[in-house]
């Protein structure tokens, strides 16, 4: 595997089930980022996460639960969501959280709340 | 605050006709950086270019350019000779060195479609 991989890529759950997203990194990097993509808006920067702390919560509801165990693997744990919930969730990674620092996607999993 | 302004919301091109999309930044830092990433319909973005506050030197990389104004803080992007592979959705983003976090901000892209 290279680069960076997200399971699922697609994602029904009900209001009430709890779930969990994966991304994986194979680059070596240091800094982890969950992104919200809703339709007809911006990419939304959810955490950021370097060397395994949390340095960003972007004012995110306490249902998305982030975890971060090492430098290669960042989850999302879902719980009691709401269908305004439904988007694209994209996982980065970048060598250092440094602002000059390129990031890089993995596929995203489309998470569909019912 | 930091803000990114892509006003076109999709363009249609025929094939081997070039394409610039446009973009306009806010921001009050003095040392910052820009970027341009494509998302295919595939989903996963791909970062295409980065550019410094401090270097304003407008490059070509292959089918590639960028024109880089700090004076009108615009950073556009030029595809030359379009293929119908450049369709996709195109975002413009900007980060702050001095905020300590590499929290990118994007525009809401441009959604480029290549007609053969």
């Known amino acids: 595997e290279t680069g960076v991989t997200q399971t699922p890529r697609h994602l029904v759950m009900g209001m009430t089930n709890k779930k969990s997203l994966k991304c994986e990194q194979h680059?070596?990097?240091?800094?982890m980022y969950w992104y919200k993509q809703s339709a007809k808006k911006p990419l939304e920067l959810m955490f950021v996460?370097?060397?395994?702390?949390?340095?960003e919560n972007n004012s995110v509801p306490s249902r998305f639960s982030p975890e971060c165990p090492n430098s290669s693997h960042l989850f999302l744990h879902l719980h009691t969501l709401q269908p305004e919930d439904s988007a694209l969730y994209l996982c980065?990674?970048?060598?250092?959280?440094?602002?000059?620092?390129?990031?890089?996607f993995g596929p995203g999993t489309r998470l569909t709340v019912l | 605050a930091q803000k990114v302004t892509q006003a076109q919301t999709e363009i249609s091109v025929v094939e081997k006709e070039d394409v610039t999309l446009d973009c306009v930044y806010e921001?009050?830092?003095?040392?910052?950086?820009l970027f341009w990433y494509k998302q295919p319909p595939s989903g996963e973005l791909v970062f295409l270019i980065r550019?410094?506050?401090?270097?304003?030197q407008n490059e070509i990389s292959g089918r590639y350019s960028w024109n880089f104004q700090k004076s009108t803080s615009s950073f556009n992007f030029t595809i030359t000779a379009s293929q119908v592979v450049d369709s996709a959705v195109y975002f413009c983003?900007?980060?702050?060195?001095?905020?300590?976090?590499?929290?990118?901000?994007f525009g809401k892209g441009n959604q480029v479609v290549v007609i053969p």
């Open positions: 996460y370097n060397f395994k702390e949390q340095t």
């Open positions: 980065a990674s970048s060598q250092d959280k440094g602002a000059y620092n390129e990031q890089f």
């Open positions: 680059l070596g990097h240091n800094a």
């Open positions: 550019r410094n506050s401090f270097d304003e």
């Open positions: 983003a900007l980060s702050e060195a001095r905020d300590g976090n590499n929290r990118l901000a």
């Open positions: 921001t009050r830092d003095t040392t910052y950086y």
